[in-house]
T-cell receptor, first 113, second 117 residues
Framework: DTGVSQDPRHKITKRGQNVTFRCDPI?????LYWYRQTLGQGPEFLTYFQNEAQLEKSRLLSDRFSAERPKGSFSTLEIQRTEQGDSAMYLC???????????FGSGTQLSVL | AQTVTQSQPEMSVQEAETVTLSCTYDTSESDYYLFWYKQPPSRQMILVIR??????QNATENRFSVNFQKAAKSFSLKISDSQLGDAAMYFCAYRTQTQGGSEKLVFGKGTKLTVNP
């Protein structure tokens, strides 16, 4: 059990650029979640995968956001044409099965200048 | 939609003393989970304690315990014998218990706990 791994840890980009984050869940965890946490707030749900299927998306996930989980292993979250309001920490979490403990990664801190 | 409210943005406690963090929530569901997560400066969310709504007995994990009042929709966290390492942001969270659902968490805004030596 190596934990949930997120890369990069920090990302600084200019407004209008595209960015991509990666999450490697714990092996054999078939459920994967993305959350966004802005300063002074608790994390907010963005999207959820069960294996490779994206089963739920929040209204927070605008058209500029896309998430994938090919082959049901790692996941990527891409933000196109970044805006300053996208500045936040993006957290990934994974879960082995319904009712079990959720494990979080350390997040990717995005700063859009 | 479920909501979680933490009314204390900041709290402080002396080392070795006891502190209670408050949380209230709103839901129309009868079965659900409640959680307290700790987020230290390292940013990783760490599960402190969880409570199943159908259980009347309050959950306890070593120095951490909860006071779960289902009718009042209240879920407070008590930290006994506070240690310097307890200093962190604490988030209260709600999760629906509907099988087949996403099990997404709804978080409060957090309480920043400072532990004074």
């Amino acid at each position: 059990d190596t934990g949930v791994s997120q890369d990069p840890r920090h990302k600084i980009t200019k407004r209008g650029q595209n960015v991509t984050f990666r999450c490697d869940p714990i092996s054999e965890h078939n459920r994967l979640y993305w959350y966004r946490q802005t300063l002074g707030q608790g994390p907010e749900f963005l999207t959820y995968f069960q294996n490779e299927a994206q089963l739920e998306k929040s209204r927070l996930l605008s058209d500029r956001f896309s998430a994938e989980r090919p082959k049901g292993s790692f996941s990527t979250l891409e933000i196109q044409r970044t805006e300053q309001g996208d500045s936040a920490m993006y957290l990934c979490a994974s879960l082995r099965a319904w009712g079990e403990k959720l494990f979080f990664g350390s997040g990717t801190q995005l700063s859009v200048l | 939609a479920q909501t979680v409210t933490q009314s204390q943005p900041e709290m402080s406690v002396q080392e070795a003393e006891t502190v209670t963090l408050s949380c209230t929530y709103d839901t129309s569901e009868s079965d659900y989970y409640l959680f307290w997560y700790k987020q230290p400066p390292s940013r990783q969310m760490i599960l402190v304690i969880r409570q199943e709504a159908y259980k009347q007995q309050n959950a306890t994990e070593n120095r951490f315990s909860v006071n779960f009042q289902k009718a009042a929709k209240s879920f407070s966290l008590k930290i006994s014998d506070s240690q310097l390492g307890d200093a962190a942001m604490y988030f209260c969270a709600y999760r629906t218990q509907t099988q087949g659902g996403s099990e997404k968490l709804v978080f409060g805004k957090g309480t920043k706990l400072t532990v004074n030596p």
